[in-house]
């Protein structure tokens, strides 16, 4: 358990448009491991439907499986939420939006979950442009089962079991840009200032909005050689048992829009995150690629609104679904009735 | 030679090249006969290809109203020769096979005890017709005539399906119209027409088929308007022989009916999912938020959805699934029909589950329990699977005529809106409040403070919280169960038949048949063979599971029961074995699994032989009843 929630709230603490106070927006205590990047992911979130004075019952989480997946519970007490099968959290919020098109979608799915498991309902989720937001925190190994590489792990990274990983990572930024996603962004968990405005554009966003965002596991992807750890100078935790589980303090970076940072790890490596300038070059897939492809090269994380087609057709506009929600329809507008029966009868005489 | 004889009671079958245009044709005919009043109930029996290897048409004509297979071929007309040494070997001694004599046939495919009527079709094509399109299609029409004057069947029907076909297309009526024509001419000159088997109206028809004014449509058409009346708006589907159909019938019906008048949108929704995980997944999503959805599949897609039907029978979300069985995995024998995903689905996914079952028999019933499942579905908070099959769903059926009762409401079962979760004292999404194991749920979006819970798996206790504690989980559990037992009296129950009187009956056992869905048919037509024998058999037809009660007592009060369906497991057999712990030793497997349905001669050859060698060996269990 990373925290012991206190029930404790300042009386005057501030409200949003709709009187709601952040703490009306709080989940149930988080089970994650102490530090873990989830946790900041889970109150950018809080914090952006505060801000944004969303009502919390009118939004639905949804989640699949893995330790990402067991955040929806850790945020917005208030709304209803759905931790689904592993892989497939895309096809039951493609259900739930249609089901009804006026609720806000917040969808969390992790590296394993969404690059692995559940890749084929990932890209049509993205092909469909349903109208959500997803966020897959993305610490490119499996968590709950201990330590496996994940299909995002970088070429080269070493696992905790000592292995470099032989494969080629999965960007799924530069997927999901390929593949007709019409928002996609990618940020850092300890980058709060970066990270909760992008969660608010996604949400406000109509159609697909996709955040990457990486956030590194305390637990087992933390050691010298991984690519996505958060230790540098601790050369000693090298010696740690495996299953021992570090009381930290989630590491926070600020930086200034439009320069590169360097956010040096625990465990010597170096993070590189260059900022991508939200208001130029976003509406090219094929820059927003180079771009993703060029700091790749350079061994750099690259952040922020990578691409955005405010314009794109969503779903419900592809199928020209009603305005109403469908599960407000009742008899009057979906049985036709016993004339029409009979008449079909006719036609089968 | 001797002539097999029949008014309005025999076996015509087609032996087709597929792809060639034959299917239309042949369903001119049978849809004449239909027209005519006369019970038929055609069946295509195809390959998954799309041009050029053998399918079959096979037509059965029942003056009782037998619908089911009867099993032997009395008239073969068969165009195909890569099928014809076959079929030739197939047709009953005096019966009869037409085929295209513009070249000779072999010596050696001879039999000297049926009858062989050449009809020069592809010469008569050739002559007639200037291009190969032409001659191809038309030759079909060619045989269809021919056939009218063979079997009597009314050339004024004919024409005016020919009409209804092409409406719109008006030029095209007349060369079909003579093709026809050109058939009919050849061979009432050729040929002593009528045949001794052959059609009259009204004459010896059993007087409740003559009462009713039958519709003739196919099961999967049937459940997609079931669907309409039963309030679906979203479908997820993924294509699949022979499920698409269903919601390919859906849509067409819901472009006309599900239109919104003020502004031209859709009051409903289908996506063709990129798989059945996803198309199932949809469905729950939708369900969870609210919305009736439905998605049909077959075999294969039976078992990807099975991790989704286990979530959503832990998690108590009410979906409804249309399966219409099919054989085998991969592509083996997609195209044919079989009852064999009936353990599949009653079990289906890991863990402890039983899903809700419905077995329909006939359109009407794919029709009604559609709408049925909709409403189970949302009354017990649980996946319902209608277990439709090909043979019901992809072969037109004579059925009486769907009705629809305008006073009909949704059963949305039991859902707390704003008003309803203010007026509780406590809610817990998992509370047995009624004590029926049937909870209160909400939906998202419905109150800005009360009534949001996290749907899961298996942990959690009655408050929707998180545990993975051992007494949460039983509790939870046993609920379930509970709720699968209020089930039994929310499901249709089945359908029972007294045994015809039989004046001197040859057994003193009791002796009862069991059977479901297309098993129906030709079971109800073998125990009225075996009656006639002096073997008296009380059925029952099963429509649902969980079963009835009245089940388990109809098996308890017979010395023999037979267990009648299509698969080599005997499924349902194991089902009712495990469910009821009834001895094995009790229910005899009467099975067919060629993928071609189940026929009468074979249901009541079957039982003969298991009479012959088990009567000696079972004591009756009431010999005061003997």
């Known amino acids: 358990m990373s925290y012991v929630q206190s029930g404790f709230r300042h009386p005057n603490l501030p409200t949003n448009r709709l009187g709601f106070t952040v703490a009306d927006y709080d989940g149930a205590i988080s089970t994650l491991c102490a530090g873990c990047g989830h946790d900041s992911i889970s109150a950018a979130i809080r914090n952006a439907c505060f801000l944004s004075s969303l009502p919390p019952h009118r939004i639905a989480k949804l989640s699949g499986i893995g330790c990402s997946s067991k955040m929806p519970t850790y945020f917005l007490g208030r709304s209803h939420g759905f931790n689904s099968v592993h892989g497939r959290m895309p096809s039951v919020a493609t259900g739930a939006s249609l089901a009804n098109c006026q609720l806000t979608y917040i969808g969390v799915s ?9 890749m084929g309902q990932f890209i049509h989720l993205i092909r469909r442009n349903v109208n959500m937001t997803y966020i897959v925190p993305n610490n490119g190994c499996y968590g709950l089962t201990k330590g496996q590489d994940s299909a995002t792990a970088d070429f080269g990274s070493i696992s905790k079991y000592g292995d470099p990983n032989p494969f080629d990572g999965i960007d799924l930024a530069s997927l999901a840009i390929l593949n007709g996603a019409s928002f996609v962004a990618r940020s850092f968990s300890g980058d709060k200032e970066q990270l909760e405005p992008l969660i608010r554009a996604a949400m406000a966003h109509k159609g697909f909005a996709f955040i990457d965002v990486i956030s590194p596991c305390v637990t087992f992807n ?32 600020h930086y200034t829009e439009g320069t590169t940072q360097s956010v040096t790890l625990h465990d010597g490596s170096v993070i590189h995150l260059q900022k991508a300038v939200s208001h ?49 329809l009742g008899k ?11 008449s079909i009868n006719e036609g089968l005489r | 030679m001797k002539k097999i004889e029949g008014i309005n009671d025999f076996v015509v079958k087609f032996a087709n090249v597929n792809g060639t245009g034959s299917a239309s044709a042949n369903h001119l005919f049978a849809k004449a006969i239909f027209r005519m009043g006369i019970p038929v109930s055609p069946r295509n029996i195809f390959p998954s290809n799309i041009q050029g290897l053998p399918t079959w048409y096979e037509v059965r004509v029942s003056s009782r109203g037998y619908l089911g297979r009867r099993g032997g071929v009395d008239l073969m007309l068969c165009v195909n020769p890569q099928s014809m040494e076959k079929d030739i070997a197939s047709v009953e001694p005096g019966g009869y096979f037409v085929y295209d004599c513009t070249k000779p046939l072999a010596k050696h495919l001879m039999r ?166 996803s198309a199932m997944g949809m469905v729950v999503g939708a369900c969870w938020n609210g919305a009736r959805a ?78 049925n499942a909709f409403d189970l579905a949302e009354q017990l908070q649980t996946p319902v699977i209608m277990m439709s099959d090909l043979d019901l769903g992809m072969n037109d059926w004579m059925s009486p005529p769907l009705e629809w009762d305008d006073t009909y409401e949704m059963d949305r079962g039991k859902v707390l809106d704003a008003e309803g979760l203010d007026s509780v004292e ?106 006639v ?94």
Request: glycine share 6%; aromatic share 8%; with cysteine.
């Open chain 2, 112 to 277: 000297d005890d049926i009858h062989f009527l050449g009809v020069p079709l592809t010469e008569m094509c050739m002559r007639e017709y200037s291009t190969p399109r032409l001659r191809q299609l038309l030759k079909n029409v060619v045989y269809v005539g021919a056939l009218s004057a063979l079997l009597n069947v009314e050339f004024r029907v004919l024409k005016e399906l020919l009409s209804d076909q092409f409406k719109g297309k008006d030029h095209l009526i007349s060369p079909n119209v003579h093709a026809l024509e050109m058939g009919f001419q050849f061979v009432d000159e050729e040929f002593d027409c009528p045949l001794p088997i052959r059609l009259e109206k009204g004459g010896n028809i059993a007087p409740h088929i003559l009462e009713s004014e039958h519709i003739f449509m196919n099961g999967n058409t049937a459940a997609a308007l079931g669907a309409i009346y039963g309030g679906a708006t979203v479908a997820a589907w993924y294509p699949i022989t022979p499920s698409t159909s269903v919601v390919d019938a859906f849509a067409q019906y819901a472009q006309r009916m599900r239109i919104d008048p003020g502004t031209g949108k859709r009051n409903y929704a289908i996506i063709q999912a990129e798989d059945e995980l």
């Open chain 2, 533 to 626: 024998e002096g073997y008296p058999i009380d059925t029952m037809r099963i429509r649902a599971f969980p079963f009835h009660e009245s089940l388990d007592r109809f098996i308890h009060e017979h010395d023999l029961v037979f267990m009648i369906e299509q698969n080599r497991d005997g499924q349902m057999r194991r089902l009712i074995i495990n469910e009821c712990e009834i001895p094995p030793g009790k229910l005899t497997p009467v099975l067919n699994y060629s993928g071609t349905p189940i026929t009468a001669r074979a249901i009541a050859q079957q039982i003969r032989e298991a009479l012959n060698t088990k009567s000696a060996k079972i004591v009756p269990l009431h010999p005061e009843t003997a």
């Open chain 1, 280 to 328: 130029c070059e976003t509406d090219d897939r094929t820059a927003a690629l180079n771009s993703i492809q060029k700091s790749k090269e350079e061994e750099r994380f690259l952040t922020g609104l990578l691409f955005l087609d405010p314009n794109a057709r969503d779903l419900n506009t592809n199928v020209n679904l009603a305005t109403r929600p469908l599960n407000e």
């Open chain 1, 110 to 118: 992790g590296d394993g979950d969404t690059a692995s498991i559940g």
């Open chain 2, 426 to 531: 406590k809610w817990g999404r998992y509370l047995d409040v009624d004590g029926d194991g049937i909870c209160y749920r909400t939906l998202p979006g419905t109150h800005p403070t009360k009534g949001a819970y996290f749907t899961r798996g298996s942990s959690k206790n009655e408050m929707a919280v998180y545990s993975e504690s051992g007494d949460d989980y039983v509790r939870n559990v046993d609920r379930l169960l509970r709720k699968f037992e209020t089930a039994k009296q929310y499901v249709p129950r089945p359908k029972t038949h007294p045994p015809i009187a039989v004046k001197k009956p040859k057994t003193k056992l009791k002796l009862g048949a069991l059977f479901f869905g297309t098993s129906a048919s030709p079971s109800y037509e073998a125990v009225e063979t075996l009656a």
């Open chain 1, 332 to 342: 009057n507008e979906l049985c036709p009735g016993s004339r029409v029966l009979n």
């Open chain 2, 294 to 371: 439905f998605t049909a599949t077959s075999g294969p897609g039976l078992s990807l959805m099975s991790e989704f039907l286990g979530l959503a029978y832990f998690a108590e979300v009410p979906v409804v699934l249309i399966d219409v069985q099919r054989s085998g995995p991969s592509t083996g024998m997609p195209t044919r029909s079989q009852q064999s995903d009936i353990l599949a689905a009653a079990y289906a996914s890991h863990g402890d589950t039983k899903q809700v079952l419905l077995f329909p028999a006939t359109p009407r019933e794919c029709f009604d329990m559609t709408i």
């Open chain 1, 222 to 253: 933390n050691h010298v050689g991984s690519t996505k750890s958060y230790a540098e100078t601790r050369d000693h935790l090298d010696a740690m048992p495996v299953d021992f589980v570090p009381m930290r303090e989630e590491i926070r970076t």
